[in-house]
Nanobody, 115 residues
Framework: VQLQAYGGGLVQAGGSPRLSCAAS????????MAWYRQAPGKQRDFVAG???????NYADSVKGRFTISRDNAKKVVSMQMNSLKPEDTGVYYC??????????WGQGTEVTVSS
């Protein structure tokens, strides 16, 4: 199983990039999907998550600015990021978990927000 994330890059403050992450290989019944962020010199933190039924939750720092969505048939999780701030800079990792409790991670896509 491989997760490929894309959509990062250099963005100006206030920009609105969209990240996506697609899974390849066999994952039996994907349960949760999520995005995490690792800022330079910091630990990896939760950003947003979405359950199989579509329930979402967000870190307080991104509420109202980021929107996570998923396509179960395509095994894709996306995140629309609006009103970016320099503190949103970091490497964004996608994660998917299956009903068996296994979690798979993407390789990360870097987002750099310039002020």
């Amino acid at each position: 199983v491989q997760l490929q994330a894309y959509g990062g890059g250099l963005v100006q403050a206030g920009g609105s990039p969209r990240l996506s992450c697609a899974a390849s290989g066999t994952i039996f019944r994907i349960n949760g999907m999520a995005w995490y962020r690792q800022a330079p010199g910091k630990q990896r933190d939760f950003v947003a998550g979405i359950s199989r039924s579509g329930s979402t939750n967000y870190a307080d720092s991104v509420k109202g600015r980021f929107t996570i969505s998923r396509d179960n048939a395509k095994k894709v999780v996306s995140m629309q990021m609006n009103s970016l701030k320099p503190e949103d800079t970091g490497v964004y990792y996608c994660a998917m978990s299956d009903v068996g409790g296994s979690t798979y991670w993407g390789q990360g896509t870097e987002v750099t927000v310039s002020s």
